[in-house]
């Protein structure tokens, strides 16, 4: 069983919703109202006192507990951690959202989650002996966030409930929301910024966003967030403030969407599409060709990329003489056999850290095309190439990477060391001009 505390400042939203809840009426629920509170931690520790079960539902008086929803959590919470927060709705790390919450009308259906980052506050559970606490100067907003961040993470269950608030979902931020963001970020004075199911918290006002688009359970998002770390870099340079995420548009600057042709169902004149994929890629659904054609784009043609200092990191001794990595077919399999080196080939997806230390344990890297006629892989090239590491490639050749690579019909090594002065700053000036007018891209 379990107790539910509940702020009440309308009772009629408290008898049509909580005392109405056949969810809550099924397992005989202790159920405590708080009149009068000033904030969402008074009113807890109120009524905690009076709680008759070690776990605590603590809702909004305008949530409704269908038919089966109170067994479904009696069993969840058998198992559950007693540490963390444990909310109905919420956002994982990536940045997808999680539950199964009717909101106003409009019905979640996502999976659960045991990593969530931020949760919504209509209705979270905590066990009577869990060690974090809901801070009374977050008001009666982000609290849950708070939670989530003391405890590392929450937990989100998937089992429906109802959140029937009067306030439209469209409504402006408030004042008091205003006001528990700030004193989050005060409290979290180490970060720069903070992940809430209504926006990201930023110390700073940015100048643009950068956004990776990343499918649920996509890992190869993450070779897209090499190029718009180096965007990010560029337009750092610049002066210029930047965010950077999965899954997040902002509403107050130009968004650069990088990865929109894994689906970007948004028709929105503040995102700047980045297109850096193959123009005769043969996977382009109709649907992005036509999201390209009716907006501001940055194709693979306009961006070049340099040297990355933040690559070039110590180099280990070197344990493979020519490396490989990335998905294989059939026409790459017939050029790396047909050129008689000594390949290793990593093909499982690899990125981040790992990948790196593999490039810079190698005396160098192969690069070949998935199909004929693709583009240079300049995103490859810069990143191989500021790690230090010979890049063999073949051809056409690209202008732009000449004398830097090992074009393995030429005969004539590439000059590593010289890719340190590759620096096109002017590129990414006229792309930061572009952000002040996105329908000029």
């Known amino acids: 069983m379990f107790t539910v505390i509940v702020p009440v400042n309308r009772p009629w939203q408290f008898e049509q919703n909580i005392l109405a809840s056949p969810g809550l009426a099924e397992v005989k629920a202790q159920i405590i109202a708080i009149n009068e509170a000033g904030n969402a931690a008074q009113a807890f520790y109120l009524g905690k006192p009076a709680a008759h079960y070690e776990w605590i539902v603590y809702a909004h008086q305008d949530v409704f507990f269908p038919e089966g929803s109170g067994h479904a959590i009696v069993d969840a919470l058998k198992d559950a951690p007693h540490d963390r927060p444990i909310g109905f709705a919420g956002m994982d790390q990536d940045g997808h959202f999680v539950g199964k919450i009717v909101d106003r009308g409009h019905a979640w259906d996502y999976p659960g989650c045991d990593d969530a980052i931020t949760l919504d506050e209509c209705v979270v559970i905590l066990h009577r002996d869990a060690l974090i606490e809901i801070e009374p100067m977050l008001g009666w907003h982000l609290w849950a966030t708070d939670l989530c961040l003391q405890a590392g993470s929450g937990v989100v269950l998937p089992i429906q409930i109802e959140h029937n608030s009067i306030t439209p979902r469209d409504a402006d931020v408030s004042e008091s929301y205003r006001a528990s963001a700030a004193a989050l970020l005060a409290i979290w004075n180490d970060r720069n910024t903070i992940k809430t199911l209504c926006s990201t918290l930023n110390r700073f006002q940015p100048d643009l966003n950068i956004c990776v688009v990343k499918p649920r359970g996509y890992e190869h998002s993450a070779g897209l967030m090499d190029a718009a770390v180096y965007f990010a870099y560029m337009f750092r340079r610049l002066g210029a403030k930047v965010t950077i995420d999965y899954n997040h548009l902002r509403n107050d600057v130009t968004n650069l969407v990088f990865g929109a042709h894994m689906g970007f169902p948004f028709e929105r004149d503040d995102c700047i599409i980045v297109d850096l994929e193959q123009a005769g890629a043969d996977w382009l659904s109709d649907e992005y060709r036509a999201l390209l054609a009716r907006s501001p784009v ?85 990143q191989v190439l500021s790690m230090g590491t010979e890049l063999i490639s073949e051809g056409p050749i690209d202008p732009d990477y000449a004398p830097f690579v090992t074009w393995i019909d030429e005969g004539q090594r590439g000059d590593v060391e010289a890719f340190k002065q590759f620096d096109p700053i002017e590129d990414y000036k006229r792309i930061l001009e572009l952000t002040h007018n996105p329908a000029k891209a």
Not at 375 to 381: G, L, M, N, T, Y
């Open 298 to 382: 940055l194709s693979l043609a306009d961006v070049r990329f340099g040297y990355a200092p933040y690559l070039d990191l110590p180099r280990p001794d070197p344990k493979i003489d020519i490396l490989f990595y990335g998905s294989m077919n059939d026409r790459r399999r017939a050029w790396l056999n047909g050129t008689g080196l000594p390949i290793r080939y990593v093909q499982k997806p690899v990125y981040g850290e790992s990948r790196d230390l593999t490039i810079r344990s190698s005396n160098a890297v192969i690069n070949c095309h998935a199909y004929e006629g693709a583009a240079f892989e300049k995103v490859r090239a810069f």
